[in-house]
């Protein structure tokens, strides 16, 4: 399917990838295509960077969506059909609300919201980024105003991170110890040790000397007032998981041709297979599209000799094409690795190595072309 | 600062955007160092393997593997660091499987923020701190750190100078404290940041600056402008150059003739404008500013390339120039 099927049919585009790919970019291109093809479009971003707001014609983004008023398209000669929405995740903002939604009485929220560790601490609990950032799309998705959203994921270290981010806190609530033996009292002081069980006593044992009593005791409180709201989103967190692989969703896997970033997009597209999620392409960003260059090079070498260049220009020339003929090549055999992976051409899109930075949104509107 | 200044530190913290050639660099400066006769042990943070593919040896993980003659790698990942430093508490590896080896208790430690962030670092500030090798020397001259990306970079250095707010007392918070010190200790320490010319990765390290000064208190050293085009032909040569070329027009080689020129010539007109907004933003700061390597495949002979530029670079430094005169 290509990418103009995907936005007509497809409710959810998720956009993912190793660091530095342009996936942001990707993410907003393809925001302002649908809105240009009459779409109701929201895009949601993790970037902190100013400049995509900037470019989008917004001063900022915000945790809630803001549209992007129709004046800005008009400065650039642009007349789109639909609406495009933008907003950026703020994890800490989304994560209390979350807190806030779930709490079942004041006392239960001001526990969790004021406890230092959360405080300091709570944009690092593994995976929390990454779930946030579905939680949120999982909002909009509910409210049903939009026909499309595009979701661009965070930068993870690990591709598994994003995908297994519902499943964790899933686990996090269900399996973790806190159900069966961290009630509260156990931790305000040593003597409650001696109404446990004789295993949790050996186990609270080693914990205290690997961190010291304190210490849990912050942490299990923090813990343990966060668990009885968890129990509230568990079930949310499992229609978020299922949103992944509803058939209304689709993976766009965005890379760059470069060998340590493609080898990154090839393992990211086993883990995409192996959860059973619906993959729908690769988008290549950066992709030196010049057909018949490398055929070509020889004769241009040549023509050059028979040239009227004096000797420093013709050496220049020379290390150009050379240079250029390098990106080509290394280009063209990582493209061969993708292409191995794809069952038709719609599913591998290139977008060409572009001149210049794309910083407004005429320059987004003319990347989503080639989308 | 000379590169015999930069090495010369306990600990190298490489980091960037994402995309930037964090692990390039760290790389180079590991095989220099080595070669300067410096034990040097690289380690990457709880990534997918970069090093082992680079350098075409099989899988390293959690073990301290030998690359070259004096240089080390390592692969930290929470969960062996996790390992290690709890049976090291509690003597018993047996105790450790009983505990920890269960899903409860592994959703437990999930579930507790900053906590590996906190065992990477801090198996990062034994390798560096406290490892002897037999004769009781530290195990290594020189520990180079191929952080995450910028955010999840700063949040590495900086979890320990949380948990020292958040922890009141216990061996958590003495471990805590012991780590932010090395990280806060200029003469040990440094903070490097690779970028490339373009917006965003050049946006993010001014920013990152700001950030590890304010934030995190660790110092920052020379700034590594990373895959630079190398200049080939001045604008007006460039122009020359097409209009004693015009006789070729016709054929059919010359609009993908013209095309690879033009590519060329605009990616470097428009580095040099990213260059520049980076030394303003800088200011006093050193720049290393290192050239793309041309190379179909990125192994082991570009990092040795690129290794060689980085040194070439930093003799190039105006400081260093300045005191290779007064020197005479």
């Known amino acids: ?371 | 600062m000379t590169l015999g200044d930069l090495l010369n530190h306990k600990l190298l913290v490489v980091s960037g955007k994402g995309g930037v050639g964090k692990t390039s660099v760290a790389s180079c400066l590991g095989l220099i160092a080595s070669r300067h006769g410096k034990k040097t042990l690289i380690a990457e943070v709880n990534a997918a393997e970069r090093i082992s593919e680079l350098f075409g040896v099989p899988p390293i993980g959690y073990q301290e593997t030998q690359l070259a003659q004096n240089l080390y790698a390592i692969n930290v990942d929470p969960r062996s660091a996790f390992e290690e430093y709890v049976v090291e508490q509690i003597h018993s590896k047996r105790l450790f499987s009983l505990v920890f080896e269960n899903r409860f208790v592994r959703a437990f430690l999930d579930a507790t923020p900053g906590l590996n962030e906190l065992l990477e670092i801090g198996k990062i500030w034994s390798l560096s701190e406290r490892d002897r090798d037999e004769e009781g020397n530290p195990k290594y001259d020189l520990v180079i750190i191929d952080a995450p990306a910028t955010g999840h970079g700063l949040a590495l250095l900086n979890v320990p100078r949380v948990v020292t707010h958040a922890v009141r007392v216990g061996p958590l918070k003495t471990k805590a404290e012991a780590i932010m010190k090395l990280i806060q200790d200029s003469k040990k320490t440094l903070l490097l940041i690779v970028t490339l010319a373009e917006e965003m990765p050049v946006n993010e390290a001014l920013e990152m600056i700001q950030s590890a000064k304010t934030t995190v208190g660790v110092k920052t050293g020379p700034v590594f402008m990373n895959a630079l085009y190398p200049p080939r032909l001045s604008e007006t040569e460039g122009k020359e150059v097409r209009s004693k070329l015009k006789n070729f027009e016709e054929e059919d080689w010359y609009p993908s003739f013209d095309h690879a020129v033009m590519a060329y010539q605009k990616k470097f007109m428009l580095q040099n404008f990213y260059l520049n907004k980076l030394k303003l933003g800088l200011g006093r700061q050193d720049i290393v500013e290192l050239p793309y390597i041309f190379r179909p495949h990125y192994d082991r002979n570009a990092i040795e390339q690129l290794a060689e530029s980085l040194q070439a670079a930093f003799l190039e430094q105006p400081q260093y120039l300045e005191k290779k005169r007064r020197r005479r």
């Not at chain 1, 993790?46 to 800005?72: H, Q, T, V, Y």
């Not at chain 1, 998705?141 to 026909?147: A, E, G, M, N, P």
């Open chain 1, 1 to 371: 399917m290509s990418i103009e099927d995907l936005m007509e049919r497809r409710r959810l585009l998720i956009c993912c990838g190793s660091g530095g790919v342009g996936k942001t970019t990707t993410a907003a291109a393809l925001g302002v295509k649908a809105a240009l093809m009459g779409k109701k479009a929201a895009v949601l971003t993790i970037d902190p960077a100013r400049r995509l707001a900037n470019s989008l014609g917004l001063k900022a983004l915000s945790n809630e969506e803001r549209r992007i008023p129709e004046g800005e398209f008009a400065k650039f000669g642009l007349s789109p059909k639909g609406e495009l929405f933008a907003l950026m995740l703020d994890t800490k903002r989304t994560f209390d609300k979350i807190i806030e939604r779930y709490s079942t009485s004041d006392e239960t929220k001001n526990a969790v919201l004021q406890n230092t560790l959360y405080q300091h601490l709570s944009n690092m609990i593994a995976g929390s980024q990454e779930y946030m950032a579905m939680e949120k799309v999982y909002e909009l998705y509910q409210k049903q105003d939009y026909d499309l959203l595009v979701l661009d994921t965070p930068p993870t270290q690990h591709a598994l991170d994003f995908l297994e981010a519902p499943q964790k806190m899933i686990h996090a609530v269900t399996d973790s110890m806190l159900k069966w033996f961290l009630k509260p009292g156990i931790f305000m002081g040593r003597t409650g040790l001696r109404f446990l069980q004789k295993g949790a006593r050996k186990i609270l044992k080693v914990f205290d000397s690997v961190a010291g009593f304190d210490f849990l005791q912050d942490l299990s409180a923090m813990l343990i007032s966060t668990a009885g709201l968890l129990e509230g989103f568990k079930e949310r967190a499992q229609e978020v998981s299922s949103l992944l692989k509803d058939p209304k969703t689709a993976f766009l896997l965005v890379t760059s041709p470069q060998s340590m970033v493609v080898s990154e997009a090839l393992y990211f597209h086993d883990k995409i297979l192996e959860f059973d999620l619906p993959f729908a392409g690769f988008i290549v960003n950066r992709v030196h599209i010049n057909s018949g260059f490398l055929k070509y090079l020889p004769t241009m070498l040549k023509a050059l000799q028979s040239s009227a260049l004096n000797e420093k220009q013709r050496e220049g020339v020379t290390r150009i094409l050379k240079s250029y003929g390098t990106l080509v090549e290394q280009d063209q055999s990582q493209l061969k690795l993708l292409k191995e992976r794809v069952e038709n051409k719609n599913q591998l899109t290139l977008v060409p190595n572009l001149e210049s930075d794309v910083h407004d949104l005429a320059g987004l509107a003319e990347l989503g072309k080639y989308l």
